[in-house]
């Protein structure tokens, strides 16, 4: 091996996986401006270490691309100051993590926690206020589940965020009432497409709920990007953002906690307009660079099945009727989806119950009719 430029990096003694097949295994690499320029033997690496290269022994271990991550919620989970409910199988079990959490934090304003496993609860029935109130008292309660589709509040919760009887359809979601009574039971459906949108997200701070506070946003965040690159993860995927979001990612990256390439999906809730669209394909142009790129859209065609409200083609087992719902009518998400992929927007799309995904499906067959075939990647995220 003849001399080359030296390299800032030299590594060493790997076990290095290349996934090409010309050279599928190297014991040393070189890396000059960021970039790998060199793999091969060991022996041959010296020609790439001049007096300034770092040079790092591996010491056997394996070396692996990095992980491009399609689907990392990064801004959500992972937060610190929420008790945490995974692995509680039982209402029992969530009240012992609350009331353990309470004990550690007895002055806390609010009780939060997150990652409530819908089948914690008996006999299949969705959780209500009367369910957390003798362990919470008088402190008010938001509790989100595991996939963050729905929230949990108890009699004080509901209290503060003015939710009644006559107060169901809330900017961060619908409020469950009792078909008997026609209360409030402390359970707020659609928390996805509405809580996590611009305006759901704005009220809930509004309304003082510490969790949409844009510090514990941006620790949420900071966290699940070391998280994501302590595994490897070199590009991660944020599937669902407002534009009020992407200044937590520029602060990241102006504190640099970005380490990890971010592309950054905008959230496309029903009723988006032209005026929308034309800003986000302004915050496409002005984030655009190898570190941090916004541009693909997030929308829904239906929920999630265990609150019942993913869209089947058959009943719900144990419901003579009910099927769930749609966001939007076949024909108007169709014309939708064409739409956008006229414009040129790549499109994630949210989609758990068969009909639902045949919703999607059928409008992605319309779109490449209409518009002809492109590069265009449309997705259906979340399929179950
Ligand atoms: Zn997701």
């Known amino acids: 091996m003849n001399s080359a430029t030296p390299a800032d990096l030299v590594l060493t003694g790997a076990r290095i996986h290349t996934v090409d097949p010309g050279l599928p295994e190297a014991e ?3 890396v000059r401006d960021g970039r790998i320029v060199w793999l091969g033997a060991a022996a ?4 790439y270490t ?8 591996a010491g056997g271990r394996l070396v692996l691309p990095g992980f491009i991550d399609a689907h990392n919620h990064v801004r959500l989970g992972s937060d610190d100051a929420c008790a945490q409910l995974a692995g509680a199988r039982t209402l029992d079990a969530v009240h012992t993590r609350i009331a353990d959490w309470r004990t550690a934090h007895p002055d806390a304003p609010w009780i939060e926690a997150e990652a409530f496993d ?4 008996p006999g299949g029935r969705m959780p209500t206020a009367a369910d957390l109130d003798p362990v919470t008292g008088g402190t008010p309660a938001f509790v989100l589940s595991y996939d963050v589709h729905t929230a949990w509040l108890n009699t004080a919760a509901l209290h503060r965020l003015g939710i009644t009887r006559d107060r169901t359809d809330l900017p961060f979601g619908r409020a469950v009432t009792d078909p008997r ?3 409030p039971t402390g359970f707020i459906r659609d928390f996805a497409v509405k809580g996590l949108s611009r305006e759901g997200h704005r009220a809930l701070r509004d309304l003082g709920v510490p969790w949409a506070s844009p510090d514990r946003q941006y620790g949420r965040l900071a966290k699940s990007l070391d998280d994501a690159v302590g595994y490897g993860i070199t590009t991660v995927v944020e599937p669902q953002n407002s534009l009020d979001d992407l200044a937590l990612f520029r602060r990241a990256r102006a504190e640099g906690r970005l380490r990890s390439r971010l592309v950054a999906a905008l959230f496309h809730p029903r009723g988006t307009t032209e005026a929308d669209l034309d800003a986000f394909e302004e915050a496409a142009r002005r984030h655009a660079d190898d570190r941090l790129r916004v541009g693909p859209l997030k929308l829904y065609i239906d929920d999630v099945v265990e609150p019942r409200t993913a869209a089947l083609l058959e009943p719900y087992a144990g419901c003579a009727h009910h099927r769930g719902d749609t966001f939007y009518p076949p024909e108007e998400f169709a014309g939708l989806l064409t739409r956008l992929d006229a414009r040129g927007f790549q499109c994630f799309v949210h989609a758990t119950g068969d009909r639902g995904i045949r919703t999607v499906l059928d409008a992605v067959a319309r779109a490449q009719a209409v518009n002809g075939p492109r590069d265009a990647r449309h997705q259906i995220v979340h399929v179950e």
Not at 44 to 47: G, I, L, W
Not at 50 to 57: K, W
Not at 118 to 121: I, T
């Open 118 to 121: 819908y089948s914690a609860l």
């Open 28 to 30: 040393a690499l070189a």
């Open 44 to 47: 041959d690496a010296t020609a």
């Open 181 to 183: 009574t026609g209360e």
């Open 50 to 57: 001049g007096p300034a290269t770092r040079v790092v022994d």
